[in-house]
C-alpha cells in the first residue's frame, strides 16, 4: 500500500534545472503567480498547485542550507549561504506570500473548493494574513540568524577525559561507567564547560526574547506567548490547558519519578544519588552498547524497522541510498538531533550526533519515526497539506520509540541487555514529563515578563525547578550548575514554545502503544493512515484517525501513567 521508493517532484512551472541563487532570479516566478487570471475553479486549483511548487524548491533549498551549516559549523561559507537566504530572500518573499494569500481568499472561485479538502489549509493561510506585519521581516530575519548561533556556541564546546578530547554528547557515555569517581569527574567537566559560555548564552536569549516580544507587540499582541501560540496553529487548546498539564505532572507522574530513582539508589547500593549517578550500573555490569559506528546504528535501525514492518525499514534505507543522514557526533557540529522534511525530495534528512549510548538507539527511532511520517504525508497534492501540527509529529517519533522495542534483539543480542534497554526506554517515557513541565512554564514566565533581569530569569527557573524536583537525588555543591540549566535546551533559542508538545504526544504515543499491545497490525495501519493525512485535518481528527482522543487531561494522564508503570513491573 505505501510505498518508499520515493520519487523528486515533477516540476511544470519552475524550470528542471532551477536554482535558488539570488531574489532578481526567483522575483519573476512570484511575479507571474500574483499576476496570474484565475477564472475557474480548475484554474485556482492549477495556480494553488503552482504555488505549491515554487514553496517546495525554496523550502528545499533553505532546508539544505541549514543542514549544510549544522553539519559542518566551522565552515564559514555555509554560514554566510544560510545567512544570506535569512537576510536577502526570505525577507522579499514574505511581501508576496501574503499577497498571494490574499488572492487565494478573494478569489471568487474559493468557495467551490472542496471545504473537507481545504479546511485546514484554509484557516491556515487565513492565520498568517492576520498575523503578517511589514515592520516584522526585518526583526523576523534577525531572530533567524540569531537562533543558529546556538549551535556555533554549543558546538565548539569540548572537554577533556584521560587526556583525550570529546565533544558534549561523547562525553556523556563516561556517564555510564561503573568507576563513581570518574563518573563525577566528567560530570562536573561537562557542567564547567557549559557555564564558561553562560554570558554568551544569557545575552544570545535576551536577544532573542526583546525581538520576539517586539515581534509580537507589532501584530498587536500582549505578549510573544499569545502571538506564538497562534503562529504555531494551536487552535485546540489554551495555556489553561498546559497549566493543567503541568499540575497534572506534578500530581501524577512525580510519584512515579521518585519511585525509578529510589529502585536506582537501591541497585546502585548507593547512601545518596548524585545526578552522575543516573546512567550508571552497578560495579560489574558494563553499560549497554548498542553499536559501534553510525554505519553500524543505521544498518541496525533499518533491520529492527523492517521486521516491524518491511515498509519502515524500505525508508531508512531509500534515505541511506540518497545519503540522507549525518548520525556521529564530531568536533565542529552542531548538538542536538532532528529529521528535516524536504519539500520537493520527499525523503528527509536525519541529523543527529550518536556515541555509541543506548540513548542513541532512541534519538535514532525517534527520527526515524518523524521520517516516516514525511514519507508517509508527500503523496498529498499541495506543500500547504503536509505542514502537520507538531503534535501529531512527535506521536510519529514517540510512538515509533514504543513501537520499535518489540524488535531490539537487533541492537542487544543478549536477553538481560535486551531487558535493560526497555526497562531505561520506560523509565526515560515517564522522567521526561518533569523536564518538558518544566521547559514549558519557564518559556510562560520568560514571555510573560520580557524586561526581566539576569538575576530574576535565574530566580524564576530556580522556583519552577524546584516545584518538578524529586525527592531522592542530592544536588547540594551543585547550584551554579542548576542555575543555568535551561541553557541546554535548544528549543528555547531555535524554536520557542514547541516543548509542550512532546508531553502531549507522549500521552498520544502511549495510547498507541496500548493499542499495538492488544493488536499491533490494526496500531500501526493506525499510526499509518494517521500520518498519511499530513495536515489535512484537524488535530483532533488526526489523533482520532490514529485510534486516539486528544486528551491531555489529569484524568488521561492518571490512567496512562498507571498502565506504563504496570508494564514496568
Not at 66 to 89: G, P, R, S, V, Y
Not at 418 to 440: G, S
Request: aromatic residues 12%; proline residues 4%.
Amino acid at each position: 500500500m505505501y510505498n518508499a521508493d520515493i520519487k523528486k517532484l515533477e516540476r511544470s512551472f519552475l524550470p528542471k534545472d532551477f536554482v535558488v541563487t539570488n531574489w532578481a532570479a526567483l522575483e519573476p516566478y512570484f511575479k507571474t503567480l500574483l499576476d496570474k487570471e484565475i477564472a475557474s475553479k480548475t484554474e485556482l486549483e492549477n495556480w494553488l498547485q503552482d504555488m505549491s511548487e515554487l514553496e517546495a524548491a525554496v523550502n528545499e533549498d533553505a532546508c539544505w542550507r541549514q543542514i549544510k551549516m549544522t553539519c559542518d559549523n566551522e565552515n564559514k561559507a555555509l554560514e554566510e549561504a544560510f545567512n544570506f537566504f535569512c537576510m536577502e530572500i526570505q525577507p522579499k518573499i514574505q511581501p508576496y506570500s501574503d499577497a498571494l494569500n490574499k488572492k487565494l481568499l478573494s478569489s471568487p472561485f474559493l468557495n467551490e473548493l472542496e471545504e473537507e479538502k481545504y479546511h485546514t489549509y484554509l484557516r491556515s493561510t487565513k492565520k498568517s494574513i492576520e498575523l503578517f506585519r511589514e515592520e516584522n521581516i526585518p526583526i523576523q530575519a534577525e531572530i533567524a540568524v540569531l537562533q543558529q548561533q546556538f549551535g556555533q556556541i554549543t558546538g565548539a564546546m569540548m572537554v577533556t577525559v584521560n587526556g583525550e578530547e570529546f565533544t558534549l554528547q561523547q562525553a556523556a557515555k563516561f556517564l555510564e561507567s561503573d568507576n563513581r569517581n570518574l563518573r563525577e569527574e566528567v560530570y562536573k567537566k561537562i557542567q564547567t564547560r557549559r557555564v564558561e559560555d553562560k554570558e554568551k548564552l544569557n545575552e544570545l536569549y535576551d536577544k532573542l526574547i526583546g525581538l520576539r516580544n517586539k515581534e509580537a507587540t507589532n501584530a498587536g499582541f500582549d505578549n510573544y506567548r499569545d502571538y506564538r501560540f497562534k503562529e504555531l496553529g494551536r487552535f485546540d487548546y489554551t495555556k489553561e490547558d498546559c497549566y493543567k498539564f503541568h499540575d497534572a505532572v506534578k500530581q501524577y507522574v512525580m510519584p512515579l519519578v521518585n519511585d525509578i530513582y529510589k529502585k536506582k539508589k537501591e541497585k546502585l547500593g548507593l547512601e545518596t544519588l548524585r545526578p552522575w549517578d543516573l546512567d550508571a550500573e552497578p560495579i560489574g555490569t558494563k553499560p549497554l552498547r548498542p553499536f559501534k559506528t553510525g554505519e553500524e546504528l543505521l544498518q541496525k535501525s533499518i533491520d529492527c524497522f523492517t521486521k516491524l514492518r518491511p515498509f519502515f525499514g524500505a525508508c531508512l534505507q531509500r534515505m541511506k541510498e540518497m545519503q540522507h543522514l549525518d548520525l556521529e557526533s564530531r568536533k565542529g557540529k552542531s548538538p542536538g538531533g532532528y529529521n528535516c522534511p524536504l519539500a520537493e525530495s520527499g525523503a528527509p534528512f536525519i541529523f543527529m550526533n550518536a556515541a555509541g549510548q543506548m540513548g542513541d538507539v532512541t534519538t535514532m527511532v525517534h527520527e526515524g519515526g518523524h521520517a516516516i511520517h514525511s514519507f508517509l504525508a508527500h503523496p498529498l497534492a499541495l506543500n500547504g497539506f503536509k505542514e502537520y501540527p507538531m503534535e501529531i509529529a512527535e506521536v510519529a517519533s514517540m510512538a515509533m520509540e514504543l513501537f520499535s522495542m518489540d524488535h531490539w534483539e537487533t541492537f542487544f543480542d543478549n536477553t538481560d541487555d535486551l531487558a535493560r534497554a526497555k526497562e531505561h526506554q520506560l523509565e526515560r517515557v515517564i522522567t521526561i514529563f518533569p523536564w518538558i513541565a518544566i521547559i514549558d512554564k519557564f518559556q510562560h514566565w520568560v514571555y510573560e515578563h520580557p524586561t526581566h533581569t539576569h538575576a530574576e530569569r535565574t530566580a524564576a527557573w530556580v522556583a519552577i525547578v524546584a516545584e518538578f524536583t524529586d525527592e531522592v537525588i542530592d544536588y547540594s555543591g551543585l547550584e551554579t550548575f542548576k542555575h543555568n540549566a535551561w541553557q541546554r535546551q535548544l528549543h528555547l533559542y531555535e524554536v520557542p514554545f514547541y516543548y509542550i508538545e512532546y508531553g502531549i504526544a507522549q500521552l498520544g504515543a502511549i495510547g498507541m502503544w496500548m493499542q499495538y499491545k492488544k493488536d499491533s497490525e490494526k496500531a500501526l495501519d493506525n499510526y499509518c493512515t494517521a500520518l498519511s493525512l499530513g495536515g489535512t485535518k484537524t488535530l483532533p481528527e488526526l489523533y482520532k484517525a490514529a485510534g486516539l482522543e486528544f486528551d491531555f487531561s489529569p484524568e488521561k494522564i492518571k490512567i496512562l501513567m498507571e498502565f506504563v508503570k504496570k508494564e514496568m513491573e
